[in-house]
């Protein structure tokens, strides 16, 4: 028998510290115990993000007010402006529960893979891996489909303004796609050199979204004359669609909202990169995306009633309807300007916020071996503190997809807009494994953003909201439906499971691994 002095046990904990590379803080506020990772820890990131830093990461790379201004021609047919207003309402109920949802998975579990780590550990132990898997490749897809579409819309909106002030410029295809790659080198600038200015830089977007809001809003309302009547913005329904029911209309309404009120785990993927995120995380995400939701309302509010001339949004400049609504509603050339810089402006920040939460995530996911050259895209140039790796993949593959549109502008369409079906379908995955785990978050766990006993009923709703949304998502607006009109966010999501499908027999099987701190000191 030996036995152990307290030099040696203190010898000992310091082993086990320094092989998890992980160490215990404590919040003096909330007298939380919570894990984070040492410096020494190679895919460490510094802290330099607080509560607001994320905010304008999460409220750049969504931007409700604004985004669903570029909507309007498309719900001007499709249902005219009291299905733009009534499903919003609709659709933003159940991205609430969504985003409420998931609050209280991240203030149990926070962790910069978010649906990767959370169904590795809700899914059951004979499947959990295959799971985890599937939810990471999908996860990953949805955010490069999103940098790929922010980067697109940024260049949709500077050619928009160019069309603005040189009515007669003729665009060409690599105009679109150098402006477009323009976006991307600087997201991807900024990330890599720029990471400690990216909070001071997340904190600008929100200002400039929420001044861009403010001041668009605020010219609408004093500029647009004569201003639409009430039975225009919440009665008269138009439906030049093809398609016979009003009903199927009405569903098919629901882009703008799931577009606009969306990428409800991008806080999550800074977890590594704030205090406590146990309780920030949660803050972050239900804060924001009610106040976003809430905003939401009073845009559309405002887009309804100062629409002068709805047919014209059927044909905008620069194919940017709400730059139509600038030049249609407030009769002056220099507002229109000042009010389309700042909304360039602002996708411009809001893109460097996505590359941010992507690049967070795939380094998550190439830690985990989920992908090829795992320890080159999962690591942390710790002179930069930037995920380096990550982000040149996710900007080199955003930048591949983009040449699709030398191809078929209708392929880089769908591939940019199937983004939302492949976060849905993404999300699916866990929520259904915590939905049928008997004991949730374990035995005695209370979590710090409790839903209480509204949290199964809540979870339940969110997975038929995944599976209803999904599918209509993927109904085409126009009937008959034609090679320019079809609506192939189908083949987009086939052609990424079979994109996962292929990585995983070739790659991922052997390789793929997810384990939780407890199980790792187990190990060591």
Known sequence: MSSSSPASEHQQRSMKESSSRVMQLVDSEAGEVFDVKTPEHEGALEKNFDIWGVVGIVYGSIGTPLTLGTYLSTVIGVGGAPFFFYAYLFAGFFCLLTAYSMSE????????????????????????????????ILSCACWIFGATATGFFVSDLVLGLVYMRHPDYVSQTYHYYLVFLANVVLSAVVNIFGTRLIPLIARAVTYIFNIGTIFT?????????????????FKEVTNITGWSSNGVVFFISILPTTASVALFDGACHMTDEIPNPKK????????????????????????????VNPDNLLDPVGGIPL?????????NKGLSIVSALLVIVAFIFGSIGVVTSASRLVMAFAEFKGIPFGKAVGSVN???????????????????????????????????????????????????????????????????????????????????????????????????????????????????????????????????????????????
Request: net charge positive; charged share 10%; hydrophobic share 50%.
């Open 323 to 331: 730059f139509q609504l600038y030049v249609d509603s407030l009769h």
């Open 217 to 233: 809003l605020i010219a609408l309302l004093a500029r647009a004359h004569p201003k639409q009547t009430a039975a225009f913005a």
């Open 105 to 136: 998975m991240a203030s149990v579990h926070p962790h910069s893979s978010a649906l990767v780590y959370w169904t590795h550990l809700f899914a059951p132990q004979s499947c959990s891996r295959i799971l985890s898997y599937l939810s990471g």
């Open 382 to 524: 710790t002179k930069l503190n930037a995920p380096v790796g990550a982000i040149v993949f996710v900007s080199f593959v955003s930048a591949l997809i983009g040449l699709l549109i030398f191809a078929s502008t209708t392929a880089l369409n769908a591939v940019s807009g199937s983004y939302i079906s492949t976060m849905y379908v993404a999300y699916l995955i866990p929520f259904v494994a915590l939905v049928f785990k008997k004991d949730r978050y374990g035995e005695g766990v209370i979590p710090l953003f409790n839903l209480g006993r509204w949290g199964k009923p809540m979870n339940m709703i969110c997975i038929f909201w995944f599976l209803f949304a999904s599918a209509w998502l993927c109904v085409p607006s126009y009937v008959p439906v034609t090679a320019d009109t079809m609506n192939y966010t189908v083949v987009v999501l086939s052609a990424t499971i079979f994109v996962a499908v292929v990585n995983w027999f070739g790659y991922a099987r052997k390789n793929f691994s997810v384990e939780t701190i407890e199980e790792f000191e187990e190990k060591t």
């Open 280 to 307: 920030n995380i949660p803050i972050v995400i239900t804060y924001g995306y009610s106040a976003a939701y809430l905003i939401g309302i009073v845009a559309v509010l405002v887009y309804n009633f100062c629409i």
